[in-house]
């Protein structure tokens, strides 16, 4: 069984004695750091953690440490969050034809290894609704048709169906549809996207053709938080694989599909973990 912790999470300036004044705060609570992570970014002289403790050796809930914690990171100026280890995060899942990053999902879900809630599956395309339902997960379908009016109105139901799920976190799993601004902005820093390509190069549709086309030796998947602007936001998690000469765009799309069911597997477990610390539009990964 997974130990009972509490993540402590933040961002602050740069000064003397950070690790000393929270370290000394939750020895204080007769609290046991079990994990420990810090960098301090040297040009903004900004301070990220992740500290993770034992909530058993603490004799108050995850309320009562937030409310004691708080001068402390006043004092600090920092932006900070405490989450709890057993409490997963409800994730609402978007696909839209292809199945191979919503599978590997599915199957490190139900079969322990990454503990989070698929509340549902929101599609714009029925062809996955079996494999949704055979996990036991409830399977929405909107399709979004071409023309602007129509795309606006299947995205104001897409919307409804999220704000009804409560989800942590939005997980597109090969979503082919661009969200609009204002969904963008709602869920900000809680949306997170796999791209089938090695941003920031090849952005965009049909990055595998463009990649082709280049004749690139590498190609790649990068997983990024979604923001206004398209294929820009900032990045979690990447890797590459190997491309041949005699390699064609059916052989990129086939080896580029196992890049990015893992990468967004590794990207939305560090999410989950409060691995990942946001600052502008760059990330601080503790993985």
């Known amino acids: 069984m997974t130990q009972h912790s509490?993540?402590?999470?933040?961002?602050?300036?740069?000064?003397v004695g950070i690790v000393a004044r929270i370290a000394g705060f939750i020895a204080a609570h007769g609290g046991s750091i079990v994990g420990a992570s810090q960098y301090e970014d040297t040009e903004t002289r900004m301070f990220y953690m992740r500290y993770v403790v034992d909530a058993d050796s603490l004799a108050m809930e995850a309320d009562a440490f937030r409310a004691a914690f708080e001068p402390v990171a006043r004092e600090l100026q920092m932006e900070w969050r405490l989450t709890e280890s057993q409490r997963p995060q409800r994730v609402v899942l978007m696909v839209s034809r292809q199945d191979h990053c919503l599978a590997d999902l599915l199957h490190l879900w139900r079969s322990g290894d990454m503990p989070f809630n698929p509340v549902c599956v929101i599609s714009n395309h029925e062809d996955l609704r079996p494999l949704v339902e055979w996990h036991?997960?409830?399977?929405?379908?909107?399709?979004v048709p071409p023309d602007t009016e129509g795309k606006e109105a299947a995205f104001e139901a897409t919307s409804a169906l999220i704000r009804a799920a409560r989800p942590d976190t939005i997980v597109l799993a090969r979503?082919?549809?661009?969200?609009?601004?204002?969904?963008c902005g709602e869920y900000a820093g809680r949306?997170?996207?796999?791209?089938?390509?090695?941003l920031p190069s090849f952005a965009g549709a049909r990055p595998y053709h463009q990649a082709f086309q280049r004749g690139v030796k590498l190609t790649g998947a990068t997983c990024h938080y979604v923001t206004?602007?398209?294929?820009?936001?900032?990045?979690?998690?990447?890797?590459?694989?190997?491309?041949?000469?005699h390699d064609t765009i059916d052989d990129l799309v086939r080896l580029g599909k196992d890049v990015e069911k893992t990468v967004l597997a590794r990207g939305l477990r560090y999410h989950l973990e409060d691995r990942v610390l946001v600052q502008g539009n760059k990330t601080v990964v503790f993985s």
């Open 6 to 15: 509490y993540r402590l999470v933040g961002i602050c300036p740069d000064q």
């Open 136 to 143: 036991g997960v409830p399977f929405h379908c909107v399709p």
């Open 175 to 183: 979503y082919m549809q661009i969200l609009p601004p204002w969904l």
């Open 191 to 198: 949306i997170i996207n796999i791209h089938h390509s090695f």
């Open 228 to 245: 206004e602007e398209l294929d820009a936001g900032p990045i979690i998690e990447q890797d590459v694989i190997r491309i041949r000469h």
